[in-house]
């Protein structure tokens, strides 16, 4: 069985301070797939990054940077120099085998102060 | 914009009536996905279909159904609502199915309160 934790539940950061999300997964399968969703207060969910399980780069894009530790089953995200836009809750998520639905985990609430 | 469309956006229905909701995948997409968001469930996986079929089922209730129709729309049907199907309701959808790694992508969710 497939499983996310998100051992953080909130997190509360003053504008331009860095700020590192965790995940940590379980899977069984040696092929799988890790995202990043992020849900704004408005409530849809926008979908930050993709990753597998035989990529171990890490990614940056912009202000957001992604490392995935497969000997520590995690794929952590981290928001440099933290916006108050940037306030939202953040998802990890996991995919395996023959399916594409998503198994989540419980969700970090960000809190960016001005 | 992720391109995905779900109609309504709120809706406030009593206990034990039935609701429909609408979903519209992104262009080119044949896989819809429905996900329930509660407090205390989290992010769910109900139930995905594939070009019309039916092609994973999780935690949907029994009073819940869901069909995909051959212009690729999606609806999902609940009945005799309860207290507790209070929540979010997202659609989701991605190019192909039974491929894990699929971008999966969101619309903005039906927001259903049952009074």
């Known amino acids: 069985a497939q499983k996310v934790t998100q051992a953080q539940t909130e997190i509360s950061v003053v504008e331009k301070e860095d700020v590192t999300l965790d995940c940590v997964y379980e899977t069984r399968d040696t092929t799988y797939y890790l995202f990043w969703y992020k849900q704004p207060p408005s409530g849809e969910l926008v979908f930050l990054i993709r990753?597998?399980?035989?990529?171990?780069q890490n990614e940056i894009s912009g202000r957001y940077s992604w490392n995935f530790q497969k000997s520590t089953s995690s794929f952590n995200f981290t928001i440099t120099a933290s916006q108050v836009v940037d306030s939202a809750v953040y998802f990890c998520a996991l995919s395996t085998g023959a399916n594409s639905k998503l198994t989540f985990g419980k969700g970090i609430t960000l809190s960016v102060r001005p | 914009d992720s391109g995905v469309t779900q109609t309504p956006k709120h809706l406030i229905t009593a206990t034990g009536q039935r609701v429909t909701l609408r979903c519209s995948p992104r262009s080119g997409d044949l896989s819809v996905y429905w996900y329930q968001q509660s407090l205390d469930q989290g992010l769910q996986f109900l139930i995905q279909y594939y070009n019309g079929e039916e092609r994973a089922k999780g935690n949907i209730l029994e009073r819940f159904s869901a069909q995909q129709f051959p212009d690729l729309h999606s609806e999902l049907n609940l009945s005799s609502l309860e207290l507790g199907d209070s929540a979010l309701y997202f659609c989701a959808s991605s190019v192909e199915w039974g491929i894990s790694g699929n971008t999966i992508y969101f619309g903005e969710g039906s927001w259903l309160t049952v009074v």
């Open positions: 990753r597998n399980s035989f990529d171990e």
